[in-house]
């Protein structure tokens, strides 16, 4: 268990946001998704079958819809992000876990929130959530110059402003693509997920982050 290298106290905690700490995917996703979709059906003048093909290509190749556009067209990061993450009733579209507070409080060491998510849309769901609290620092992806998950670069942007050595990092994250970036980085991993299938750069599995503490705890001793 990689976790094992270093006492917990002494753990760095980088956690994602979407579908870690909160379920993105019972209203948020489904909604960010109509809203990209909207953008490219505008800027290209392309139907939404078309929209949903460049979406999901995007997404599967580079990550992020937005890093596709940025690299073949040229889009503005700061617009896209803005277009397509309009949410008025962004509050009580956050579904999570009261327990998730409770489990950040138990968990020893250092926590850095780290989301590809704009600034004004981080912001809503973290005060919701109620999490602010006890995280050191809290990134959007403006924190790491647009260049975030998977790449190394917006990573790399973090573990130099808080001069970090990877080895004491982890990444607690759901997309197993920033997993085996942080991996490759010299990073921890812990997968947020209900699936059972084990990944060679996975050093942690969870099905929610409130299990988080116990496990680690219990590998440490």
Same mark, same amino acid.
């Given at each position: 268990?990689?976790?094992?290298? @270093?006492?917990?106290?002494?753990?760095?905690?980088?956690?994602? @946001?979407?579908?870690? @700490?909160? &379920?993105?995917? !019972?209203?948020?996703?489904?909604?960010?998704?109509?809203?990209?979709?909207?953008?490219?059906?505008?800027?290209?003048?392309?139907?939404?079958?078309?929209?949903?093909?460049?979406?999901?290509?995007?997404?599967?190749?580079?990550?992020?819809?937005?890093?596709?556009?940025?690299?073949?067209?040229?889009?503005?990061?700061?617009?896209?992000?803005?277009?397509?993450?309009?949410?008025?009733?962004?509050?009580?579209?956050?579904?999570?876990?009261?327990?998730?507070?409770?489990?950040?409080?138990?968990?020893?060491?250092?926590?850095?929130?780290?989301?590809?998510?704009?600034?004004?849309?981080?912001?809503?769901?973290?005060?919701?959530?109620?999490?602010?609290?006890?995280? &050191?620092?809290?990134?959007?992806?403006?924190?790491?110059?647009?260049?975030?998950?998977?790449?190394?670069?917006?990573?790399?942007?973090?573990?130099?402003?808080?001069? @970090?050595?990877?080895?004491?990092?982890?990444?607690?994250? &759901?997309?197993?693509?920033?997993?085996?970036?942080?991996?490759?980085?010299?990073? !921890?991993?812990?997968?947020?997920?209900?699936?059972?299938?084990?990944?060679?750069?996975? &050093?942690?599995?969870?099905?929610?982050?409130?299990?988080?503490?116990?496990?680690?705890?219990?590998?440490?001793?």
């Amino acid at each position: 268990m990689r976790l094992i290298g @270093l006492p917990p106290s002494r753990r760095v905690w980088f956690f994602d @946001l979407d579908n870690t @700490l909160h &379920d993105a995917h !019972a209203h948020i996703f489904p909604a960010m998704h109509d809203q990209i979709n909207a953008y490219l059906m505008r800027r290209f003048a392309i139907d939404e079958a078309g929209a949903n093909a460049m979406r999901r290509g995007f997404w599967e190749k580079y990550g992020t819809t937005m890093n596709g556009l940025v690299r073949h067209h040229g889009t503005n990061p700061a617009e896209f992000l803005w277009a397509t993450h309009q949410f008025p009733e962004l509050g009580d579209m956050v579904v999570h876990e009261n327990a998730v507070r409770h489990a950040l409080a138990r968990l020893p060491g250092r926590k850095i929130l780290y989301s590809n998510a704009p600034r004004h849309y981080v912001d809503v769901v973290v005060r919701t959530l109620g999490v602010a609290r006890y995280f &050191d620092a809290v990134y959007s992806i403006e924190s790491s110059r647009y260049r975030g998950k998977p790449s190394m670069a917006g990573f790399r942007v973090l573990l130099r402003r808080h001069h @970090l050595d990877p080895a004491r990092c982890a990444l607690v994250d &759901d997309m197993l693509e920033n997993l085996r970036t942080a991996k490759r980085l010299g990073m !921890a991993t812990v997968w947020v997920s209900g699936e059972k299938r084990n990944v060679s750069y996975v &050093d942690l599995r969870v099905a929610s982050v409130t299990q988080l503490p116990g496990l680690v705890f219990r590998y440490s001793h």
